[in-house]
T-cell receptor, first 114, second 116 residues
Framework: GDSVTQMEGPVTLSEEAFLTINCTYTATGYPSLFWYVQYPGEGLQLLLKATKADDKGSNKGFEATYRKETTSFHLEKGSVQVSDSAVYFCALSDKAGGSEKLVFGKGTKLTVNP | DAGVIQSPRHEVTEMGQEVTLRCKPISGHDYLFWYRQTMMRGLELLIYFNNNVPIDDSGMPEDRFSAKMPNASFSTLKIQPSEPRDSAVYFC??????????????FGSGTRLTVV
């Protein structure tokens, strides 16, 4: 079935460092891909999305490009801030896979130190 | 809209007691999801509804768990009897589109359940 694999956390960075969180997927069809963010004590929020190959989703300085050839959707940010400390979830939806709902990865916890 | 509203925010109960978690989805969203989050297992989908009808409850751990959606603006997740291993954060989410669509899922702030 469909699945999402994220890099193991936790990830600890200093402020203004470059961030990459890896995400790869397995899907039957041609999925849509998402990144969600969960700040401490809150529910998940949609951060960005991409629906077709080579699409780049972006929001709040974060970017991710849909790479069909490598089945990847890595999250990047050029200069992280303390306020970016959160748990990040990669997710997919795949109509061809027969699953009507989002499939989430396990999440990667990011801590940014001042 | 005030978003997805869950109550209570925190619940501490004794083993064997009944626990009821509540959720009010965003008005107009046809889909409602219940998730459980723990350190060990991450985010697990328990059940979801479409137009108040349960569609997939394969994630419900056992018969002690039940969920209802009597109308479009209210859903409950009940655990009876509760056990310490049920301790987790329970999230409710709603959406126009089960595949995420343009706006994704909107999550509530969760209920942190502790069973002692």
């Amino acid at each position: 079935g469909d699945s999402v694999t994220q890099m193991e956390g936790p990830v600890t960075l200093s402020e203004e460092a470059f961030l990459t969180i890896n995400c790869t997927y397995t899907a039957t069809g041609y999925p849509s891909l998402f990144w969600y963010v969960q700040y401490p004590g809150e529910g998940l929020q949609l951060l960005l999305k991409a629906t077709k190959a080579d699409d780049k989703g972006s929001n709040k300085g974060f970017e991710a490009t849909y790479r069909k050839e490598t089945t990847s959707f890595h999250l990047e940010k050029g200069s992280v801030q303390v306020s970016d400390s959160a748990v990040y979830f990669c997710a997919l939806s795949d109509k061809a896979g027969g699953s009507e709902k989002l499939v989430f990865g396990k999440g990667t916890k990011l801590t940014v130190n001042p | 809209d005030a978003g997805v509203i869950q109550s209570p925010r925190h619940e501490v109960t004794e083993m064997g007691q009944e626990v009821t978690l509540r959720c009010k989805p965003i008005s107009g969203h046809d889909y409602l999801f219940w998730y459980r989050q723990t350190m060990m297992r991450g985010l697990e989908l328990l059940i979801y509804f479409n137009n108040n009808v349960p569609i997939d409850d394969s994630g419900m751990p056992e018969d002690r768990f039940s969920a209802k959606m009597p109308n479009a603006s209210f859903s409950t997740l009940k655990i009876q009897p509760s056990e310490p291993r049920d301790s987790a954060v329970y999230f409710c989410a709603s959406s126009f589109d089960p595949r995420g669509g343009r706006y994704g899922y909107t999550f509530g702030s969760g209920t942190r359940l502790t069973v002692v």
